[in-house]
């Protein structure tokens, strides 16, 4: 029976009892049936005494055959003089077989939530005609194509390892007649992918290879089917196993290696307060995330961070605030019992290979946005990692990463859970894509140590205890403190830094008088888009965001994060009662200087681009003035020569 765990929380569970109604029809998919198919090529046999082969001049496309699979002898038949299975052979049967018994449960449910089940019924007592008919035949498919998708994703998701087999391989026939159809159609492909396997280890790649392609195969057909809307949002898990299925999303792989990186503690970090801010804020909302609600209670009440650009000059510590916020958010789900996964993509990604790197780019999107971890993904160097997609210099691979983030980021089918955050670093933000970096929704400035205190505080702590040097008038750390510097930090951004963003405030302020409403803020809005047309409606949006944030930025109690049961543990509702209780009132005071800290972001990347074009024209002008004297000398010398 399939039974939900609760009115509003959106999971469906599929109990052990409607498998076990589906093995039989999956027991015979793995132990023997007939298909018919298309035939594989021309037949060819030798000719008697001849030492030739005989090759038909009629050809059979289009002409089908039935053929046998007996997929449990073809995964023996690598250890022939063994009655029994081998330990990797017993499990890919086992998870093919309860692949099959998932994906045909799957299929009913889809079917019970349309009008499949009804229209079923109705054609076994009369076959249907008109636009009934061809409902049915849609839905049919539809229900074929969703048990095809829950079978690859089962497979991609149980079949233990992490390699895969190499070279290119080909995918199955497919078949969306029915939901045994198509799943015949699989197994028979598996079968085919996994017979030349020369050992144990190398059938299991294989199988794995195989799910994949079988799932991008499934992916790139699916706008050819109608009536899977009511499939988009389902959120399906297996009782007994740890398998969820979330509408099309693609489950990632497996990955049990563990983290390795040099965590740092936030008292390790001198300067960028603002930035080490909202990063251990950002820490602590991500594992606020309820696993089985599937969202965060901050996306629902405001002022989570999904993505965030951080830039500096180098050597201003963002290696080092990224193994702050990766250790602290490890240290809570080590606490809370929560499975953790830190991926960071770079330029070794970045293949040569025409596709590659934008697959590369998917599973690293996919494997941190994972609803069943907590994710934190990180692109460094991004102004290298992705393109501009004017930059003719640019490699194909670059391109492709840039589309591949763009679209997971804020694309049509971007789902913000609250499970996941991304973080881009760069030292040259201005040479990042304008589309990219808007879809970044704060930006942290991370400028490194800026006071005197700071810079006593970084060389203290970096020569070490071994040293009689006095201390002199300081008290070491005394300024590292986060409240009064961060304070102090967001009062600068009371009125714009930027020169072109300061004359437009000041125009503003004489003509106005000040800005107190609604209104007066839409007003500089404007003023600012008048000046900079990159600031779009994403940038007021990003702005709106940080606003929200902000009214979220309260001190969470210690004690919520001391054991799980405090909070992490409890219901999504209690949950959303204890943070809402903690929110404080949007006022006009910080709306201004999250506008001011945006909008001064983009004229300083603005006047960065517009320097570096400058100081390139300047160079080469003296080039060019050079080129002129030393060719004036080689004339002069008679060494010049037309």
């Not at 078949?175 to 699989?186: C, I, M, R, V």
């Not at 990180?378 to 003719?392: C, F, L, S």
């Amino acid at each position: 029976m399939v039974s939900p765990t609760g009115q509003d929380a959106g999971l469906t569970l599929i109990a052990e009892a409607d498998l076990l109604k589906q093995r039989p029809v999956a027991q015979a998919l793995v132990t023997r049936f007939a298909l018919v198919g298309p035939t594989e090529g021309p037949q060819t046999g030798a000719i008697a005494g001849t030492g030739r082969r005989f090759v038909p001049t009629v050809s059979t496309a289009g002409l089908s055959r039935t053929r046998e699979v007996e997929f449990i002898r073809t995964v023996a038949a690598r250890r022939p003089d063994d009655p029994l299975l081998s330990p990797e052979a017993h499990m890919l049967v086992y998870r093919t077989r309860r692949g099959a018994e998932v994906a045909l449960a799957v299929s009913q449910i889809f079917a019970r939530q349309t009008e499949l089940e009804v229209l079923q019924s109705r054609n076994a007592q009369a076959a249907l005609a008109g636009a009934d008919a061809e409902r049915f035949r849609a839905l049919l498919s539809g229900s074929a194509y969703i048990a095809a998708f829950a079978f690859a994703a089962y497979l991609s998701r149980m079949l233990p390892g992490e390699g895969e087999a190499a070279g290119d391989m080909a995918g199955p026939d497919y078949l969306f007649d029915t939901p045994q159809d198509a799943l015949k159609a699989l197994v028979a492909g598996l079968d085919r992918a996994v017979g030349s396997a020369a050992d144990d280890a190398a059938m299991l790649a294989a199988a794995r290879r195989y799910a994949g392609v079988v799932l991008e195969g499934l992916i790139e057909r699916k706008g050819r089917f109608t009536g899977l809307a009511a499939f988009m949002n389902a959120h399906l898990k297996l009782e007994t196993e740890d398998f969820v299925l979330d509408g099309f999303d693609r489950p990632p792989v497996e990955r049990s290696r563990p983290l390795v990186m040099t965590f740092r503690k936030p008292e390790e970090i001198v300067g960028n307060h603002v930035a080490k801010h909202q990063a251990m804020r950002l820490a602590r909302m991500l594992v606020a995330y309820d696993f089985e609600r599937r969202m965060n209670p901050f996306v629902e009440v405001g002022g989570f961070l999904f993505t965030f650009i951080g830039d500096g000059m180098p050597g201003t510590g963002k290696t080092m605030l990224i193994q702050m916020m990766a250790g602290m958010i490890h240290d809570y789900c080590q606490m809370a019992g929560y499975p953790f996964h830190y991926e960071n993509f770079g330029v070794d990604q970045i293949s040569s290979y025409q596709g590659k790197s934008g697959q590369n780019c998917k599973e690293f999107v996919r494997s941190v946005m994972n609803p069943d971890v907590i994710g934190f993904g990180t692109i460094d160097d991004i102004d290298q990692v992705a393109a501009r997609r004017n930059d003719d210099r640019a490699s194909a691979g670059q391109q492709e990463v840039t589309a591949v983030l763009m679209e997971s980021f804020a694309g049509a089918s971007t789902v913000v859970r609250g499970n996941a955050t991304f973080g881009m670093f760069s030292n040259y933000p201005e040479n990042v894509d304008d589309a990219l970096r808007q879809r970044a929704g704060a930006r942290w400035l991370v400028d490194g140590p800026q006071t005197r205190d700071d810079y006593i505080d970084i060389f203290r702590m970096l020569v070490g205890k071994n040293t009689a040097i006095p201390p002199g008038d300081h008290v070491a750390l005394e300024g590292q403190g986060i409240r009064k510097p961060v304070a102090e930090a967001y009062d600068r951004f009371s009125r714009p830094s930027e020169e072109a963003l300061l004359s437009i405030w000041e125009r503003f302020e004489k003509e106005t008088g000040g800005i107190r409403t609604l209104a007066d803020i839409g007003t500089y809005l404007y003023r600012i888009r008048e000046a900079e047309p990159r600031f779009t409606g994403r940038a007021i949006k990003n702005i709106a965001d940080a606003v929200k944030m902000r009214a979220m930025d309260v001190d969470l109690p210690d004690e919520w994060f001391a054991t799980p049961g405090a909070f992490l543990h409890k219901p999504y509702e209690e949950k959303v009662a204890m943070i809402s209780a903690l929110r404080g009132p949007v006022t006009i005071d910080m709306v201004l200087q999250e506008i001011n800290r945006y909008a001064d972001s983009e004229f300083r990347y603005a006047d960065k681009a517009d320097a570096a074009a400058v100081a390139e024209i300047v160079r080469r002008e003296r080039q060019r003035e050079r080129a002129v004297r030393e060719i004036e000398g080689l004339k002069r010398d008679g060494r010049w020569e037309d």
